[in-house]
Protein backbone atom coordinates (compact mmCIF):
# COMPACT_ATOMS: atom_id res chain seq x y z
CA UNK A 1 0.00 0.00 0.00
CA UNK A 2 0.75 3.37 0.18
CA UNK A 3 0.60 6.86 1.97
CA UNK A 4 0.61 10.48 1.27
CA UNK A 5 0.70 13.14 3.42
CA UNK A 6 0.66 16.69 2.68
CA UNK A 7 -0.55 19.52 4.77
CA UNK A 8 -4.64 20.42 4.32
CA UNK A 9 -4.45 24.18 3.88
CA UNK A 10 -1.89 26.77 3.01
CA UNK A 11 -2.50 30.44 2.92
CA UNK A 12 -0.43 33.17 1.14
CA UNK A 13 -0.77 36.62 0.16
CA UNK A 14 -0.81 37.39 -3.57
CA UNK A 15 2.57 37.95 -5.57
CA UNK A 16 4.08 35.64 -2.75
CA UNK A 17 5.57 32.19 -3.02
CA UNK A 18 4.34 28.95 -1.55
CA UNK A 19 5.44 25.32 -1.29
CA UNK A 20 3.70 21.95 -1.20
CA UNK A 21 4.96 19.65 0.49
CA UNK A 22 3.75 15.64 -0.36
CA UNK A 23 5.47 12.43 1.69
CA UNK A 24 4.88 8.96 0.64
CA UNK A 25 5.70 5.46 1.50
CA UNK A 26 5.75 3.02 -1.11
CA UNK A 27 6.21 -0.32 -1.84
CA UNK A 28 6.54 0.34 -5.69
CA UNK A 29 7.47 4.16 -7.07
CA UNK A 30 7.03 5.02 -10.45
CA UNK A 31 6.58 8.70 -10.59
CA UNK A 32 4.39 11.26 -8.83
CA UNK A 33 2.39 13.92 -10.44
CA UNK A 34 1.11 17.18 -9.17
CA UNK A 35 -2.55 18.18 -10.14
CA UNK A 36 -4.56 21.42 -9.54
CA UNK A 37 -8.18 21.26 -9.36
CA UNK A 38 -10.72 24.40 -8.24
CA UNK A 39 -13.91 23.67 -6.71
CA UNK A 40 -16.38 21.60 -8.53
CA UNK A 41 -14.35 21.32 -11.68
CA UNK A 42 -11.93 18.41 -12.94
CA UNK A 43 -7.91 18.25 -11.55
CA UNK A 44 -5.53 19.75 -14.31
CA UNK A 45 -2.33 18.31 -14.78
CA UNK A 46 0.48 20.83 -13.67
CA UNK A 47 3.80 18.03 -13.33
CA UNK A 48 5.69 14.99 -13.40
CA UNK A 49 8.93 13.96 -11.75
CA UNK A 50 10.25 10.36 -11.90
CA UNK A 51 14.08 11.47 -11.46
CA UNK A 52 15.35 12.79 -9.04
CA UNK A 53 15.41 17.19 -8.92
CA UNK A 54 13.62 20.25 -10.03
CA UNK A 55 11.62 20.66 -12.51
CA UNK A 56 10.72 24.12 -13.54
CA UNK A 57 7.29 24.82 -15.74
CA UNK A 58 6.57 28.85 -15.80
CA UNK A 59 5.61 29.95 -12.60
CA UNK A 60 4.95 26.37 -11.61
CA UNK A 61 8.23 24.08 -9.86
CA UNK A 62 8.48 20.84 -8.77
CA UNK A 63 10.78 18.83 -6.87
CA UNK A 64 11.65 15.14 -6.13
CA UNK A 65 13.76 12.97 -4.09
CA UNK A 66 13.51 9.31 -4.41
CA UNK A 67 15.67 8.76 -1.43
CA UNK A 68 13.86 10.84 0.78
CA UNK A 69 10.26 9.70 -0.16
CA UNK A 70 9.43 13.21 -0.62
CA UNK A 71 8.39 15.84 -3.44
CA UNK A 72 7.37 19.63 -3.42
CA UNK A 73 5.14 21.89 -5.65
CA UNK A 74 6.25 25.25 -5.72
CA UNK A 75 4.47 28.53 -6.71
CA UNK A 76 5.84 31.44 -7.63
CA UNK A 77 4.59 35.22 -8.26
CA UNK A 78 0.96 33.69 -6.51
CA UNK A 79 -2.66 34.81 -8.54
CA UNK A 80 -5.87 34.87 -7.23
CA UNK A 81 -6.86 32.40 -9.43
CA UNK A 82 -4.47 29.96 -7.99
CA UNK A 83 -6.80 29.32 -4.79
CA UNK A 84 -7.38 25.69 -5.55
CA UNK A 85 -6.49 22.77 -4.13
CA UNK A 86 -3.32 20.76 -5.09
CA UNK A 87 -3.19 17.11 -5.37
CA UNK A 88 -0.14 14.69 -5.24
CA UNK A 89 -0.30 11.56 -6.67
CA UNK A 90 2.26 8.38 -6.78
CA UNK A 91 2.24 6.45 -9.56
CA UNK A 92 2.56 2.50 -8.50
CA UNK A 93 5.54 0.41 -9.57
CA UNK A 94 3.58 -2.56 -11.39
CA UNK A 95 2.27 -3.69 -14.60
CA UNK A 96 -0.53 -1.38 -14.21
CA UNK A 97 1.10 1.82 -12.77
CA UNK A 98 -2.12 2.87 -10.75
CA UNK A 99 -2.34 6.42 -9.75
CA UNK A 100 -2.96 6.67 -5.56
CA UNK A 101 -3.95 10.55 -4.91
CA UNK A 102 -2.90 12.70 -1.61
CA UNK A 103 -5.93 14.40 0.15
CA UNK A 104 -4.78 17.27 -1.29
CA UNK A 105 -3.69 20.69 -0.23
CA UNK A 106 -6.06 23.63 -0.29
CA UNK A 107 -4.25 26.68 -0.94
CA UNK A 108 -6.18 30.39 -0.58
CA UNK A 109 -4.21 33.37 -2.20
CA UNK A 110 -5.67 36.58 -0.21
CA UNK A 111 -5.72 40.10 -1.66
CA UNK B 1 -8.34 18.92 -29.24
CA UNK B 2 -6.93 17.80 -25.27
CA UNK B 3 -10.57 17.25 -24.27
CA UNK B 4 -12.46 14.90 -22.44
CA UNK B 5 -16.17 15.22 -22.25
CA UNK B 6 -19.24 13.88 -19.61
CA UNK B 7 -22.47 14.13 -19.69
CA UNK B 8 -24.16 15.01 -17.83
CA UNK B 9 -23.06 17.74 -15.70
CA UNK B 10 -25.52 16.53 -13.10
CA UNK B 11 -27.85 14.04 -12.28
CA UNK B 12 -30.07 13.08 -9.85
CA UNK B 13 -31.74 9.45 -8.96
CA UNK B 14 -34.22 7.68 -7.20
CA UNK B 15 -32.49 4.56 -5.48
CA UNK B 16 -34.42 2.36 -7.87
CA UNK B 17 -33.92 4.24 -11.39
CA UNK B 18 -31.09 3.11 -13.98
CA UNK B 19 -29.54 5.95 -15.23
CA UNK B 20 -25.75 6.04 -17.05
CA UNK B 21 -22.79 8.22 -17.63
CA UNK B 22 -21.36 8.92 -20.25
CA UNK B 23 -17.52 9.95 -21.40
CA UNK B 24 -15.91 10.83 -24.86
CA UNK B 25 -12.52 11.69 -25.44
CA UNK B 26 -11.31 12.42 -29.34
CA UNK B 27 -7.43 12.66 -28.41
CA UNK B 28 -6.68 8.90 -29.46
CA UNK B 29 -6.21 7.83 -26.01
CA UNK B 30 -6.25 4.37 -25.33
CA UNK B 31 -7.06 4.18 -21.44
CA UNK B 32 -10.06 5.23 -19.65
CA UNK B 33 -10.44 5.68 -16.35
CA UNK B 34 -13.81 6.10 -14.36
CA UNK B 35 -12.97 7.84 -10.40
CA UNK B 36 -15.35 8.54 -7.57
CA UNK B 37 -14.70 12.00 -5.65
CA UNK B 38 -16.31 12.63 -2.64
CA UNK B 39 -16.69 16.09 -1.09
CA UNK B 40 -12.60 17.34 -0.22
CA UNK B 41 -11.35 13.55 -0.61
CA UNK B 42 -9.26 12.41 -3.55
CA UNK B 43 -10.18 10.84 -6.43
CA UNK B 44 -10.26 7.04 -6.22
CA UNK B 45 -10.24 4.99 -8.94
CA UNK B 46 -13.15 2.79 -9.77
CA UNK B 47 -12.13 1.26 -13.41
CA UNK B 48 -9.50 1.22 -15.67
CA UNK B 49 -10.08 0.58 -19.37
CA UNK B 50 -7.30 -0.59 -21.71
CA UNK B 51 -7.54 -0.83 -25.13
CA UNK B 52 -11.13 -1.12 -25.08
CA UNK B 53 -10.93 -4.24 -22.39
CA UNK B 54 -11.54 -4.10 -18.67
CA UNK B 55 -8.07 -4.00 -16.94
CA UNK B 56 -8.51 -2.81 -13.18
CA UNK B 57 -11.94 -3.10 -11.23
CA UNK B 58 -11.22 -1.81 -8.06
CA UNK B 59 -13.61 -4.18 -5.83
CA UNK B 60 -16.65 -1.94 -7.01
CA UNK B 61 -19.72 -2.67 -6.02
CA UNK B 62 -21.97 -4.69 -8.78
CA UNK B 63 -24.12 -1.88 -8.75
CA UNK B 64 -21.59 0.34 -11.11
CA UNK B 65 -20.91 -1.07 -14.50
CA UNK B 66 -18.80 0.18 -16.43
CA UNK B 67 -18.81 -0.67 -20.30
CA UNK B 68 -16.23 0.34 -23.63
CA UNK B 69 -18.20 0.32 -26.72
CA UNK B 70 -15.09 2.03 -29.16
CA UNK B 71 -11.75 3.50 -28.18
CA UNK B 72 -13.40 6.83 -27.39
CA UNK B 73 -16.73 6.17 -25.50
CA UNK B 74 -16.60 5.04 -21.67
CA UNK B 75 -20.14 4.47 -20.28
CA UNK B 76 -20.81 3.98 -16.56
CA UNK B 77 -24.04 2.41 -15.70
CA UNK B 78 -26.19 2.95 -12.82
CA UNK B 79 -28.77 0.70 -10.88
CA UNK B 80 -29.80 0.72 -7.49
CA UNK B 81 -27.69 3.04 -5.98
CA UNK B 82 -27.35 4.30 -2.52
CA UNK B 83 -27.45 7.85 -1.32
CA UNK B 84 -24.03 7.05 -0.31
CA UNK B 85 -22.88 6.64 -4.13
CA UNK B 86 -23.46 10.67 -4.06
CA UNK B 87 -20.48 11.83 -5.37
CA UNK B 88 -18.49 13.31 -8.02
CA UNK B 89 -17.28 10.76 -10.90
CA UNK B 90 -14.60 11.75 -12.89
CA UNK B 91 -13.49 10.25 -16.15
CA UNK B 92 -9.76 10.42 -17.62
CA UNK B 93 -7.94 9.17 -20.01
CA UNK B 94 -4.40 8.65 -20.85
CA UNK B 95 -2.30 7.79 -24.22
CA UNK B 96 -1.74 4.66 -23.36
CA UNK B 97 -1.46 2.00 -20.27
CA UNK B 98 -1.30 3.81 -16.81
CA UNK B 99 1.87 2.15 -16.27
CA UNK B 100 3.18 4.09 -19.33
CA UNK B 101 4.36 7.36 -18.38
CA UNK B 102 1.38 9.39 -19.63
CA UNK B 103 -0.68 11.87 -17.63
CA UNK B 104 -4.14 11.34 -17.21
CA UNK B 105 -6.65 14.35 -18.44
CA UNK B 106 -9.86 14.35 -16.42
CA UNK B 107 -12.95 15.70 -17.86
CA UNK B 108 -15.45 18.29 -15.77
CA UNK B 109 -17.26 15.35 -14.03
CA UNK B 110 -20.49 14.51 -13.41
CA UNK B 111 -22.30 15.56 -9.74
CA UNK B 112 -24.58 12.96 -8.92
CA UNK B 113 -26.71 13.01 -5.65
CA UNK B 114 -29.00 9.64 -5.15
CA UNK B 115 -31.78 10.63 -2.79
Known amino acids: GQNIDQPTEMTATEGAIVQINCTYQ??????LFWYQQHAGEAPTFLSY????GLEEKGRFSSFLSRSKGYSYLLLKELQMKDSASYLC????????????FGAGTQVVVTP | DTEVTQTPKHLVMGMTNKKSLKCEQHMGHRAMYWYKQKAKKPPELMFV???????INESVPSRFSPECPNSSLLNLHLHALQPEDSALYLCASSQDRPSKSYEQYFGPGTRLTVT
Open chain 1, 89 to 100: AVRRDDSWGKLQ
Open chain 1, 26 to 31: TSGFNG
Open chain 2, 49 to 55: YSYEKLS
Open chain 1, 49 to 52: NVLD
